[in-house]
């Protein structure tokens, strides 16, 4: 098992950054896949980012070019470097992670069975 706990969202203005981190209470170096997952109101939760253990990437079209997930294994740390910030963005973001390679590493809430709490991100226009 693991825990997750995510911590860095907050309140911006339209085109503003702000940098998601996930801390894994055991090393994320054993993870298979991490992922950044978001939920706004009466909306179902949807995939952002996930890192595979191999370093492979996979972003939602929405925030391609804008969004970079990225891994510290020494920190046991997950993070979600966000820019150009758009109201849409709105959303409580959800970290999440499992460890079986034949589970694959995509865009999936179903692959997950690890969730974190989620942090709060809000964008104005």
């Known amino acids: 098992q693991v825990q997750l706990v995510e911590s860095g969202g907050g309140s911006v203005q339209a085109g503003g950054s702000l940098r998601l981190s996930c801390v894994a209470s055991r090393t994320t170096y054993r993870t298979y896949c991490m992922g950044w997952f978001r939920q706004a109101p009466g909306k179902e939760r949807e995939g952002v980012a996930v890192?595979?253990?191999?370093?492979?990437?996979t972003y939602a079209d929405s925030v391609k070019g804008r969004f970079t997930i990225s891994q510290d294994n020494a920190k046991n740390t997950l993070y979600l470097e966000m820019n150009s910030l758009k109201p849409e963005d709105t959303a409580m973001y959800y970290c999440?992670?499992?460890?079986?390679?034949?589970?694959?590493?995509?865009?999936?809430?179903?692959?997950?069975?690890?969730w974190g709490q989620g942090t709060q991100v809000t964008v104005s226009s």
């Open positions: 890192f595979a253990r191999d370093g492979r990437t």
């Open positions: 999440a992670a499992h460890f079986y390679s034949y589970s694959g590493c995509y865009l999936s809430r179903n692959i997950f069975p690890y």
